[in-house]
């Protein structure tokens, strides 16, 4: 089972509103319908773009799949355990980040492991929206997204610097065109400033010789 470690915020967040959802309805597990209606709360991410794209109201969604739920009768609380078919889509999940070579899971794969769930697909279904094109959606909107540089916001003590210095705003704009994360960017700065004060270093060194 994932640790849920490589998970991103969003991703996370999902489960958490799955979890919450489960206790709502007086579950004592957590299951795909849980999970799908966890990713349909859960308004930012790929796939909230993708819903977007699709023209599926969350909200409807949610409201579908819960007409199919049946209220327990003594909740529990804590972290639930997941049932065959929820571990069946966060095994997806992490299966479909792993083929689109991506090191995190996002609540895109979410979407993507959503797809293995009767559940999901028969609710995306009375929406006149099919598994393939939920997949063809989200495949395209990721491809967009690789083809337009990584935008990074900069800690605030270094946006001055990037104004100012033509170093840094070199290096934090190569960053970006790889597509690196913050805590990247911010190495490779410190790295190339590091550099360009030992190379300032010696040619004063040999200037005094």
Not at 114 to 127: D, G, M, N, Q
Request: charged fraction near 25%; include cysteine; charge should be neutral.
């Amino acid at each position: 089972m994932s640790d849920y470690s490589r998970w991103t915020d969003r991703a996370r967040k999902t489960m958490q509103l799955a979890n919450q959802e489960a206790q709502w309805l007086l579950h004592t597990y957590l299951d795909d319908r849980h999970i799908f209606i966890g990713l349909c709360k859960e308004t930012g991410g790929n796939a909230a773009n993708v819903f977007a794209r699709l023209r599926l109201d969350p909200t409807a969604l949610i409201r579908q799949m819960r007409d199919a739920m049946v209220h327990g009768s003594q909740g529990t609380i804590g972290r639930l355990p997941l049932t065959d078919a929820a571990k069946r889509v966060v095994e997806c999940s992490i299966e479909e980040a792993r083929n689109l070579g991506h090191n995190y899971v996002g609540t895109e794969h979410i979407l993507l492991g959503l797809l293995e769930s009767p559940e999901a697909v028969r609710i995306f279904r009375l929406f006149g929206v099919t598994p393939e094109s939920v997949r063809k959606n989200l495949l395209s909107l990721l491809a967009e997204y690789s083809k337009q540089p990584t935008r990074l916001d900069p800690p605030p003590g270094l946006v001055h610097a990037i104004q100012s210095e033509p170093l840094v705003a070199a290096m934090w704009q190569e960053a970006e065109r790889a597509g690196a994360s913050v805590e990247v960017a911010l190495t490779a700065v410190a790295l190339e400033l590091l550099a360009d004060n030992q190379r300032y270093r010696r040619a004063e060194v040999e200037r005094a010789m």
